[in-house]
């Protein structure tokens, strides 16, 4: 939700608010209070349209397809009917760094489609409402106050993350984090390079989510405007998948719990057969007419794919097998090393892996630099 032909500087026809003056840190406080209250709404909301739609056990067979299907042509009529103007996470982000700004016009529609696609289940995360939300009222604002727009929507857009990070704290386990480990106990010298052979398996991972999204992203292009028709199938895409592991549904963020307390039980082979359908599931979903963000399926893929290195090699324990892993996936996507480490650190909150993480992700960081999702302009490979 982006407008490229615009600037970051404040609008003609006067001086503006000066960047630090009283005023205008207020507006960036106010502006990032409100969009963190914002997010949180919104997820709350997410969370009970998704209770009202979703079962715990599905009372007539085939329900995830039938679901996902009615949810995948509504979010192509929305599409059909307010236009694609929802980015995916990358290309939001290179759009707001050469343009500074977000547009708040498409900012309803927008988080209406998003909205649809995660209650229908699609396999995608809210983080892209976070930036589109967040951005867009401190684009509004900036236009409004005549001042520092590219700052205002900085302030809205880490106020969002906030609200976001928040909203995930409150939800969290009795525990304290949100994925809970076994302890790692000694850090052993040997657990080093562990991190760094599992963060090249992780980078991999995230290879084959970058060349599946290529893939089905091609598949598509033929039916480029037929928001209907790619809505039906890419509901019918992920109602197949969810038909078959109701866990690929959703984002992952509370059905990776399910994967750490049952894994051991279900089996190494059942878990990389999972990671692999989450990871075909979330493109598909990306590729076709759902909206939504990618760090909480890779989160999903790569923390279940480094669960199941640790069933096969007993030597290697979950808590570094899971995070270097994960780390590894996540940083190949994202191109990111400042915010992958801290997700990744947060979401497990044993401080002692922190090492593990790091090694992990500069491992996946620059064997994969030349790999991208969403290539720079004029690549024509745009999703």
Known sequence: MNQPAESSAAPPGGTGVGQH???FVLAAVLIAVAAGGAMMLFLELQSLGA???WPDSFPVPFLPLILATAGGLLVGLCLHVFGDHVLLLQQSLREFQKTGRFEPRHLPAGLLIIYLSLVFGASLGPEVAAVDMG???GT????RLRSRVRTLSNAGIAGALAGFALYLQITRTAGGALYPLPPLGELL???LLYAAILGLAGAAAGA????AFHLFDRLMRPLAGRHLIRGVAGGLGLGIAGTVFPLVLFSGQNEFKTVLETGATAGAAVLLLLAAVKIFASTWCMATVFKGGPIFPLIFAGGTLGLAVSLLIPAIPPAVAVPAVMAGMIICVLK?????IPIVALVFLQWEILIIVVIATIAG???TRTIEMVPHEGSGEAG
């Open 21 to 23: 003056s009283p005023r």
């Open 51 to 53: 209770a009202l739609l």
């Open 135 to 137: 951005g867009s009222m």
């Open 140 to 143: 509004l604002a900036g236009d």
């Open 189 to 191: 010298p040997l657990y």
């Open 208 to 211: 084959l989510f970058i060349g």
């Open 336 to 340: 990111m090393p400042a915010a992958v």
């Open 365 to 367: 960081y620059y064997t």
